[in-house]
């Protein structure tokens, strides 16, 4: 089955950094990739997602990247703000009807004012 | 409209008991999927029903958890003869499939305390 491998676990940003997650998975037929954010007693909720067909996809602040042929994807935040500190999920989602979502472990993003 | 709701928000129970966790998913939503979340830690898939055929259990930790969805709505998630381990979030969401539309949204999830 699919495995996906999220770093860091943890990242401490100053206010206005950038900060980047980076993600790895097995399954080559993965076809979907959405960041999900999880603020402190809440809820995880979907921030972006990338499909196969594109290397890049951008929404104000935040960005993702996928390379399909390495098998990775990333996250991009631009001008950190304190209220982007959160626990940050990737996932990834199999071809065809398997919409099951594999994600990885976390990253805890810590910005600091 | 409404989103995923779930209850109770909080569940105490003593070791050995049975515990019922509900789920209400987004209307017309197909797929719904459970998970559990320790604390700090990463989302753990139990089980996933997408519309009739049959559910994946692949990540049922063991055979004292079993999950129901009936009439393609509601789901239920049981944890038989409960252990200290067991306590976590129980996160359950929903998505609508078939359109190449995988976003799943997220219950406020079932605080589960066992003593």
């Known amino acids: 089955g699919e495995n996906v491998e999220q770093h860091p676990s943890t990242l401490s940003v100053q206010e206005g950094d950038s900060a980047v997650i980076k993600c790895t998975y097995s399954?080559?037929?993965?076809?979907?990739f959405p960041w999900y954010k999880q603020e402190l007693g809440k809820r995880p909720q979907l921030i972006i997602d990338i499909r196969s067909n594109v290397g890049e996809k951008k929404d104000q602040r935040i960005a993702v990247t996928l390379n399909k042929t390495a098998k990775h994807f990333s996250l991009h935040i631009t001008e950190t703000q304190p209220e982007d500190s959160a626990v940050y999920f990737c996932a990834a989602s199999g071809g065809g009807s398997n919409y099951k979502l594999t994600f990885g472990k976390g990253t805890l993003l810590t910005v600091n004012p | 409209g409404a989103g995923v709701s779930q209850s109770p928000s909080n569940k105490v129970t003593e070791k050995g008991k049975d515990v019922e966790l509900r789920c209400d998913p987004i209307?017309?939503?197909?797929?719904l999927y459970w998970y559990r979340q320790s604390l700090g830690q990463g989302l753990e898939f139990l089980i996933y029903f997408q519309g009739n055929s049959a559910p994946d259990k692949s990540g049922l930790p063991s055979d004292r958890f079993s999950a129901e969805r009936t009439g393609g709505s509601v789901s239920t998630l049981t944890i038989q003869r409960t252990q200290q381990e067991d306590s976590a979030v129980y996160l359950c969401a929903s998505s609508l499939v078939g359109l190449g539309e995988n976003e799943q949204f997220f219950g406020p999830g079932t605080r589960l305390t066992v003593l």
């Open positions: 209307s017309g939503h197909t797929a």
């Open positions: 399954d080559s037929a993965s076809n979907y």
